[in-house]
């Protein structure tokens, strides 16, 4: 008697598993996309890092104090919202966290080109640009959470693979958040 499809096989993600695979092949290609999706994301807050200040200050004619403002609201919707991020993966899973942070830093985006089409009005663009980075420390939370627990607990790794992933992880978040800052800042892009 046959056997029916699926049975002797272990369920990953949801999907089923080829029994011929290499599990450390399938950890590899999965961490690389997740490692590569977070340079990206991490990428562009790294921009908004070396654009933002100049904007404020020399576009909007506002004091350096308020450029920092605008910078640090980010890292302080950040600080707060990711226990929530934490809780939400715990409930939903970190896909479905990654997923929430991809919109939310969306809405961010969309945010920033209100803000900027808001330019003429000082006080406005001002206020929408800080939403808008508030809005983006909470889609940081997310995806940070999300695609590192989603990164770290995939696919049957071991401790040193799992280690692996974690060293790449920070690796491409410094890189892609303090990279491009200091590329732009030191060639005064802005300007």
């Known amino acids: 008697m046959p056997t029916p499809q699926g049975v002797g096989q272990k369920m ?8 011929d695979r290499n599990v450390d092949q399938q950890f590899e290609s999965f961490t690389d996309l997740c490692s590569l999706f977070i340079f990206f994301y991490y990428l562009t807050i790294g921009l908004l890092l070396a654009v933002l200040p100049g904007f404020v200050h020399l576009h909007l004619g506002l004091s350096p104090l308020w450029a920092g403002v605008a910078i640090s609201s980010q890292y302080l919707a950040t600080l707060v919202s990711r226990p929530k991020a934490g809780r939400m993966t715990d409930v939903l899973g970190p896909r479905a966290t990654v997923l929430v942070g991809q919109v939310v830093g ?3 985006g969309l945010c920033l080109v209100a803000a900027v089409s808001l330019q003429s009005k000082t006080m406005a663009c001002f206020v929408v640009l800080l939403i808008s980075r508030l809005i983006l420390g909470c889609g940081e939370s997310c995806v940070a959470t999300g695609a590192t627990t989603l990164g770290a607990g995939t696919r049957r790794p071991s401790i040193c693979r799992t280690g692996d992933f974690l060293e790449w992880n920070s690796s491409l978040r410094c890189n892609g958040s303090g990279g491009p800052s200091w590329y732009l800042a030191r060639n005064q892009v802005w300007a």
């Open 12 to 19: 990953a993600g949801g999907f089923l598993r080829k029994p």
């Open 106 to 108: 969306l809405l961010s």
